[in-house]
Every structure is written in C-alpha cells, then in structure tokens.
C-alpha cells in the first residue's frame, strides 16, 4: 500500500482587489475546485492555498483567478524585495494621479462651496465643468471601470462596481443636461469628479496604513547582513550571505550581526538576541555555543561555523511562521466574510429602490438619482474586509518582536479566550536542569558504588533527571561501567544489566512495588523540600536513595501571578510524586496541582478539563507534551524545548520563559479589542450611512468622503495596536 502523497502549499499574490467582496470572490472561486482550501487575505493582497495531489497546480490555480478577473502570481515571501518594489512603483504612480485629479476637481470644489455659501450663479461654465470632470472620470477612474467589468465578468460585484454605478449616473445626467441645453437643471460634474478624487485619496492612505501593518516583517527581513566575512583559502573574504554553505567559517567581529545560522568554534563574546527572544539581557558565546541569524554580536571576534542558511535559518522560519499568521483567518471574521459575499449586489438592490421611489413619490428624477448615487457611494465593504486582518498582521507582528511566535490567526484570537491554563513542571515552571542535591546510601554501600551504579544505567537515558545523575558522576570523578540491556517503563523507572548487575532504577513507590521498599521518613522528608527522589536497587538489595532538585524558572512566580490576576485558573501537571509537587507548586504561587501524571496520560488530563466547558490552554516543551499541546485548545511551546512540542504548538515562546505565554495571553486579548472595535465600526458605519443617504441626508461628496475615510479608520484603529508592550519590555 502506497503512502498518500502531502498536500502542497503555496502563496499567491493577487493583483486588482478592491475590497472584501473581491476577496470573497477570489475564495469562493479558488475553493470550488475540487481538493483546494484556499484563503484569500484583502489586507496582506495574497491568497494562501493548500491542494492535494491531482488537485491542479500552481498554473491552475493563477489561471482560475484570472479567469475570475484578477491577476496572480506566485510569491516566496511577503517582505520580497520585487513584490515590495511593485508596490511602491504603483503607490507612486496612483499618487500622481491622484494629484492631477486634485488640480482639475479643485474648480468644481470651489464653485460647490461658494453654492453652499448662498452664491447661485454657477461661476465655471458647464462647458469647462464637464472638460475638467471628463479626464477625472474616463483616465483617473479608469481602474474603476476595469475593475468593476473584470468582477462582472468573473460573475461577481465589488466596491469597483458601486463607484462606477455612482459616479457614472451623476456623470451622464449632468452631460446629458448640458449638451441639450437645459439650463433650468442642475449639473453634478462636480460630484462624479469629487468622488473619484475622494476614493483616490482613500486608497492611498489605506495603502500607505497597510504598508506600516507589515512593517514586523520587514523589520525582520532587514535585521540580516547582506554580505559577510568567510574564510576562503585561509583568508577572511567579504561574499553575498546568499553564497554561503553549511560548514563555511565566517567571522564576527564586535557591532556586526550574525549572517547564518552558527556554532562558535574559536572566540568568546556576548550576543543581543532581542529579535529572537524578546529578552533584551546579553547572552555569552562561548565555542560551541550556537548563533543564529541577525542577532547581534556585542563585543570580541569569533570563528563560526555555518549550521543553517538560506531558508533553514531560526530567523527564515520566525518570518514563515508570521507570514503564515498574517495570512491566515480568525473565525471571528467569518460574518464579515457572509456579508462581503452579498453587500455588492444588496447595495445595488437598495440603490435602484432609492431611485425608483424616490422618482415615483417626490416626481424628482434628479433628487432620486442623487440619493441613489449617494448610496452607492457611501457603501463600503472595504472596511469589512480590513476590520480582522489588519488587526491580525498587527498583532502578529507584535509578538514576534516579544519573542512570541502564533501560528495562525485562530491561534491568536484562542488564546485570548483561555480560562485554564495548565503547565508543565519540569523545563517549563522550572529551568530543565535538575542537579543531584542529595545521595544517600543504604546498607553500607559506598557512595561513589551508588552513584556509579545509577549513572552507568542513566547512560541509556534521555530524561532530564538521567543527564542530572551523569553530571554528578562527572564532576564526581566516577567512571562508568559497561550497559548491557536496558528497558524503560515510561513514568516509572528503568530495569536494566550493567558491570553484571541487575539494576532497578526509578521512583520509590514503583521500587516498592519490585520488593524493594524504601525508609518512608528519609523518601517524604527530601519530598517535602520539593526534591525528587531516585531509589537505586542491585541485585535484590536497595542501595539507597539519589535526591534531584529542579530549581523554578527566574520568572515563574511572577508569570503565575500575572496569570491569577488576568483571571485565568493555573494548573501544574507533573509526573512527580504528590509530595515533591505540591512543594513545587506551592513555591511558585500554584493552588491546584496533578501529581504522578504518566507522559500517555497528560492529554487525557487536556481533555477532561476541556469536558468541563473551560477553554484550556497547556504549556511544554518536551516530546511527552506534545499530545497534550495538540489537545489543548491552545498550545504553547517553550521556544529551547523540542522541535516536536514546538511543532505540536499554536505559539511558540522563543524567550524559554512563561512570562511569553502571560504576552501571549495578553496581545490576543488586546488584539481581539481591536477586531471587535474594527467589526462593530464597519457595521454601524454602513448600517447607518446607507438609509441616510438613501433618505437624502448626505450628499453624495460627503458619502464619498466618508466612503474614503472608513477604511482608513479602521486600518489606522488596528496600528494602535502599536502601543501594546511586553511585560519585560
């Protein structure tokens, strides 16, 4: 039986948006084709597409889009420098005509304004009005009329249409008035041409207020050197960071950043590795401790050698992962999604009722096209489809800075809902590196035998408590003796053959149950100082007992305050004895606490407190966690633990600190403000524009304005956002 072959994931980036029904649009395109999930971001302009085998392919999928009406190209990176160029190219070319409508729209102005003033007489001709109005509707709104035909054609509607609908009624009807000659009736160049000129400006600032929401990736993108010091030869070359392979010798000297991925080989000095962590405290460099990308030598000269380039940095992989989130869809936005789908043609429904009665009761053609013309202005979609994403790109970019990585934009809007929180003990309440405190042998054995015999059966061993006993060995000067078998039973301890022992090793309970039980009092007294204690049995005879103690991160007690006042319940899962974790617990500020907790069994425990209606979050950083990370409504994985629990994790927390998971916890909520602020002004914005301008309250250059200015209030709502801060900032 052959394996299924992996989904494909790519990027697109689309061309000729112009508001959430486009991206609507796109989505509903791209996902009717059989073995596509496709999600398409108005904010970020790209489509994030996943396809099966026999799905299609790339080709397929940018040919589908065109044929809906829009252009796409595939993309490798949202901070590229050619896609951030054409940007700017079109930015710059969108302001010049922007500016050429200004000078001929701005006699129009004038002349409106004194009209409002009390002046009647028209001061500009009719003749010169409709020359200055026509360039501005026919070459300044001619993206416009574009976009409004390639969305109809494609079967869809967006904001293009409405403005075309809009400006075109007024347009006519005022050509119309003034080639006939009936000067008895007013002309409303002045709003077709106003109108375009206020949806330029629009653009613009929602283009630039969008350009500063990816701005973290840029920054990230920015931090790496272009060019950087190799050996070659024996002698120190300056090349492309792009030319660099595994294994090259680069050298740091002080004030540089770091080009690749790295392992010090000869030198010692300290890093800033604020862009990674969060944590703006230096960190020594020593040979054989690693580098990584863009993080920032502070003084002395080193020898690297190159561990990981090009997309295999830390670095590339912090900027995938916030790609991936500022691309992705809270669940939060999905009724935004509903309505973009339909707003086009209801505005278009109640635009032609706006007309029709308004004509029909006050027998004013020209007032009810106005009216109708204001409508289809005033409607905005666009607003919609900003509220969520740009919020999100914020958001996101925000905690990558703080040394908090989120997956996706689920992720973030979950994490903000979290009721319970459970924590790992050992490498995540506390630092991982358990020391042996205690050894205490039994029935006259040697100390140096006893710990000779736990160390040479911990040689077979991975866990925290085995690396613990070597080191003790070590610096005790013990040699080891030869393993011969070695058979682990998860939780509980080890059997195995070692110098022709016969060696049990594990908890004293699990040792009890072997017939080999401890002196209680001795076992309970180092358990109530919070050590865990190892009992070590040879040949039928308990040898004696080993006492490890695990001292709690800097930053746990603070974190498990923070976490109480942000109302959130905290709950320590641990596989050690009742007795040695509620010392652990009560040490770090904790109330509730499962002990003696198997690594199989810890997303049962997940799962049971999710039973109980609680939105739960978990915090690991070992491979026994991962189940449990993936159980968890949010997972959250200390950033030096596994590359399998940071795998299994919705956000990783760079800076090995729970304080991360307290910024987390916190930007999600700070973020979801921001959503609902954004959804909640999108939606009054239009309920109430829209009757008032189908009423005759606005005009239609005030609707045009307002039009403008929404979706500029809510990108620019979302970049408040800025003003979150770190707790250890």
């Known amino acids: 039986m052959t394996a299924s072959l992996p989904a494909e994931e790519i990027d697109l980036s689309i061309e000729g948006m112009t508001c959430a029904a486009c991206a609507a649009r796109i989505e509903k395109v791209l996902n009717r084709m059989e073995g596509v999930d496709a999600t398409v971001n108005f904010a970020t302009e790209k489509a994030h597409v996943r396809f099966g085998p026999g799905a299609g392919s790339a080709e397929t999928l940018i040919a589908s889009v065109r044929k809906a009406g829009y252009d796409a190209r595939l993309v490798a990176s949202a901070a590229q420098a050619p896609e951030k160029t054409r940007r700017e190219e079109a930015y710059r070319h969108d302001l010049r005509l922007f500016w050429f409508s200004v000078a001929l729209s701005l006699p129009l102005v004038v002349q409106m304004m004194l009209m409002f003033a009390g002046h009647g007489a028209e001061i500009v001709p009719r003749w010169l009005q409709w020359l200055l109005a026509t360039p501005v509707q026919f070459w300044v709104g001619r993206r416009f009329y574009v976009g409004g035909w390639h969305?109809?054609?494609?079967?869809?509607?967006?904001?293009?249409?409405?403005?075309?609908?809009?400006?075109?009624?007024?347009?006519?009807?005022?050509?119309?008035?003034?080639?006939?000659?009936?000067?008895?009736?007013?002309?409303?160049?002045?709003?077709?041409?106003?109108?375009?000129?206020?949806?330029?400006?629009?653009?613009?600032?929602?283009?630039?207020?969008?350009?500063?929401?990816?701005?973290?990736?840029?920054?990230?993108?920015?931090?790496?050197?272009?060019?950087?010091?190799?050996?070659?030869?024996?002698q120190a070359v300056e090349v492309p960071v792009e030319s660099i392979a595994v294994g090259d010798i680069f050298i740091i000297r002080p004030g540089e950043s770091v080009p690749v991925d790295g392992e010090v080989v000869e030198g010692h000095s300290s890093f800033n590795e604020a862009m990674l962590t969060g944590e703006s405290l230096p960190v020594s460099k020593t040979p054989g401790d690693k580098v990584y990308a863009a993080t920032l030598n502070q003084h002395g000269l080193l020898k690297c050698r190159a561990t990981s380039v090009g997309s295999h940095t830390v670095l590339a992989g912090i900027i995938r992962l916030v790609e991936q989130a500022q691309g992705s869809k809270a669940p939060i936005q999905r009724l935004a999604d509903q309505v973009s789908g339909v707003f086009v043609p209801v505005v278009v429904a109640i635009s032609l009722i706006t007309l029709g009665l308004g004509w029909w009761i006050a027998g004013d053609f020209a007032a009810a096209m106005i009216n109708a013309v204001a409508v289809l202005v005033i409607a905005c979609p666009c607003a919609l489809g900003l509220a969520t994403p740009t919020a999100i790109m914020v958001g996101s970019g925000l905690g990558a800075r703080a040394g908090v990585l989120i997956r996706n934009a689920a992720a973030l809007e979950r994490a903000g809902k979290i009721q319970t929180l459970i924590l790992d003990k050992t490498g995540t309440l506390t630092e991982g590196r358990p020391v042996v405190t205690d050894i205490v042998p039994l029935g006259g054995v040697p100390e140096a035998e006893l710990l000779r015999a736990a160390a040479t059966v911990e040689q077979g061993s991975e866990h925290p408590l085995a690396a613990a006993v070597m080191e003790r060995a070590r610096q005790s000067g013990v040699t080891l003796g030869v393993l011969d078998q070695f058979s682990a039973v998860a939780g509980q301890g080890v059997h195995a053959r070692a110098n022709g022992w016969e060696v049990w090793l594990g908890s004293p309970a699990w040792l009890d149950e072997q017939g080999f039980a401890a002196e209680r009092a001795v076992v309970e007294h180092m358990q109530r100082q919070g050590k865990t204690v190892v009992a070590v049995a040879v040949d039928g005879r308990l040898w004696g007992l080993i006492g490890i103690a695990d001292r709690l991160r800097p930053n746990s007690v603070e974190a498990v305050k923070?976490?109480?006042?942000?109302?959130?319940?905290?709950?320590?899962?641990?596989?050690?004895?009742?007795?040695?974790?509620?010392?652990?617990?009560?040490?770090?500020?904790?109330?509730?606490?499962?002990?003696?907790?198997?690594?199989?069994?810890?997303?049962?425990?997940?799962?049971r407190i999710k039973a109980a209606g609680r939105v739960v979050g978990m915090v690991g950083d070992g491979i026994n966690d991962a189940p449990a990370l993936a159980a968890a409504d949010v997972g959250f994985a200390i950033g030096a633990g596994t590359d399998v629990a940071i795998e299994s994790a919705d956000v990783t927390l760079m800076r090995s600190d729970l304080l991360g998971a307290v910024d987390a916890i916190r930007l999600s909520r700070y973020t979801l403000r921001k959503i609902r602020q954004n959804l909640f002004f999108a939606f009054v914005y239009n309920v109430l524009g829209i009757p008032m301008a189908a009423l005759g309250l606005l005009n239609p250059v005030i609707a045009g304005a307002a039009m403008a200015l929404s979706s500029v209030s809510v990108v620019s709502n979302s970049l408040l956002l800025k003003r979150w801060r770190s707790v250890v900032s």
């Open 562 to 607: 923070k976490l109480h006042q942000m109302g959130i319940k905290v709950i320590m899962l641990t596989g050690d004895n009742r007795a040695t974790a509620q010392a652990i617990a009560a040490e770090a500020g904790i109330q509730e606490h499962v002990a003696e907790v198997l690594p199989q069994h810890k997303a049962e425990q997940v799962q």
């Open 151 to 234: 969305a109809l054609r494609g079967g869809g509607a967006n904001m293009d249409v409405l403005i075309v609908l809009g400006t075109t009624m007024a347009y006519v009807y005022s050509a119309v008035v003034t080639l006939s000659g009936s000067h008895h009736l007013h002309v409303y160049f002045e709003a077709s041409a106003v109108i375009i000129t206020l949806v330029m400006l629009g653009k613009l600032l929602e283009a630039r207020a969008k350009g500063k929401t990816s701005a973290a990736i840029e920054a990230l993108v920015r931090l790496q050197p272009k060019t950087a010091r190799v050996e070659r030869d024996g």
